[in-house]
């Protein structure tokens, strides 16, 4: 299981700069907030998770407890109870990347020894002391999403971003987290105001500047609906659009619910962009 562990990450940290790559979303929970429920049982998860690679998935975030604004916080028991089987059986069954998404050292490491090689930490390391750690002893990519807990609208967005990941890679370092262990993500819909979000893709060349992998998450999220005025299940064309742009951009990962949507975009991106002129 180590080796299987090992050579699925390696093989990840090297192939994320050759192409662009989705991270299915696989919330196994009762109340996200755009597929809440959808997959909270066990055979509806993993018939999802494979669905999701089929459609072109390169990897599988797992998720067992809602981020969304005024949900309810869930024990580590409780998120536990709900990935960490999932995890293991997905692991035993593919090669694909399998990645967990919480704040919860425990529940990370448990996920890790059960096969996720990544941690997506929506906290950037900062909600749970023992995190760093964590990733350090479990060897796994940690995901650092940049969230500063709380929005505020007088701040220089590029200033505070360039903060909030300076500390995060010396709390890496700290720890003994190898840089190329460590993704970066601009934390959309994360302790920010709606032109906030939109000041965060267009300055992407910030977060790239740091050299690492840079995974941009915007699937779904309300500031697309604040927007253009729509519902979750009307946010697929705003979702792509800024998708794309987060691509073209330099970002190399793309965390979404639609995959085949976005496999097809992606697949017309680069036809244009290989074109004989």
């Not at 965390?255 to 991106?269: G, P």
Request: charged share 25%.
């Amino acid at each position: 299981m180590i080796e299987k562990k090992t050579n699925i990450r390696d093989e990840l940290i090297s192939s994320v700069w050759q192409t662009s790559m989705l991270m299915g979303v696989l919330n196994v929970t009762p109340d996200s907030f755009s597929d809440g429920g959808l997959y909270a049982d066990r055979t509806d998860a993993l018939a999802r998770a494979r669905a999701m690679v089929e459609e072109g998935a390169s990897i599988l975030d797992i998720g067992g407890e809602s981020t969304r604004p005024g949900s309810t916080p869930v024990s580590e028991a409780d998120e536990l109870n709900r990935t960490q089987q999932i995890t293991l059986e997905l692991f035993r069954a593919s090669h694909t990347p399998l990645s967990i998404d919480t704040y919860k050292a425990k529940v990370a490491v448990q996920n890790a020894d059960a096969g996720a090689v990544i941690i997506n930490d929506i906290s950037g390391m900062t909600y749970d002391p023992a995190m760093a750690a964590a990733v350090a002893k479990t060897g796994s990519i940690i995901v650092v999403t940049y969230n500063r807990g709380k929005t505020r609208e007088d701040i220089n967005l590029v200033d505070d971003m360039r903060a909030f990941f300076d500390a995060a890679y010396a709390r890496a370092d700290h720890a003994g987290i190898p840089k190329a262990h460590i993704w970066l993500d601009p934390g959309i819909g994360f302790a920010k105001t709606v032109a906030q979000n939109f000041q965060a893709l267009r300055r992407l060349d910030v977060i790239c500047d740091y050299g690492s992998p840079v995974l941009v998450g915007v699937s779904r999220k309300s500031f697309i609906g604040k927007t253009l005025n729509n519902e979750v299940d009307e946010r697929l064309p705003g979702t792509l659009a800024a998708g794309l742009y987060a691509l073209q951009n330099g970002a190399s990962v793309l965390r979404v619910h639609d995959v085949r949507a976005h496999a097809e975009a992606i697949k017309i991106q680069q036809t244009i962009d290989q074109a004989d002129v």
